[in-house]
């Protein structure tokens, strides 16, 4: 899925994504491909990600866990 960026949303590597949550860097970009979590491309085809949008999957993720 890929959306315009907001001019002032952060935008993250998919390694940056990877060590929040823990996981290689490569399963990000599974889970970007499946859908699981909105992803940017940028001009040179890389995948970037808004910050908002992996803080709000990691605090479902996280609350989940803890209920």
Same mark, same amino acid.
């Given at each position: 899925?890929?959306?315009? $960026?907001?001019?002032?949303?952060?935008?993250?590597? $998919?390694?940056?994504?990877? /060590?929040?949550? =823990?996981?290689? $860097?490569?399963?990000?970009?599974?889970? /970007?491909?499946? +859908?699981?979590? +909105? %992803?940017? =491309?940028? $001009? @040179? @085809? &890389?995948? =970037?990600?808004?910050?908002?949008?992996?803080?709000? #999957?990691?605090? @479902? #993720?996280?609350?989940? /866990? &803890? %209920?």
């Amino acid at each position: 899925m890929t959306v315009a $960026p907001d001019a002032t949303e952060r935008l993250m590597t $998919p390694g940056e994504v990877a /060590a929040m949550f =823990r996981v290689d $860097p490569k399963t990000v970009t599974r889970w /970007a491909a499946a +859908g699981r979590i +909105g %992803s940017i =491309r940028t $001009p @040179g @085809g &890389h995948r =970037r990600f808004r910050e908002s949008e992996v803080r709000t #999957l990691l605090d @479902g #993720l996280t609350s989940e /866990a &803890h %209920s």
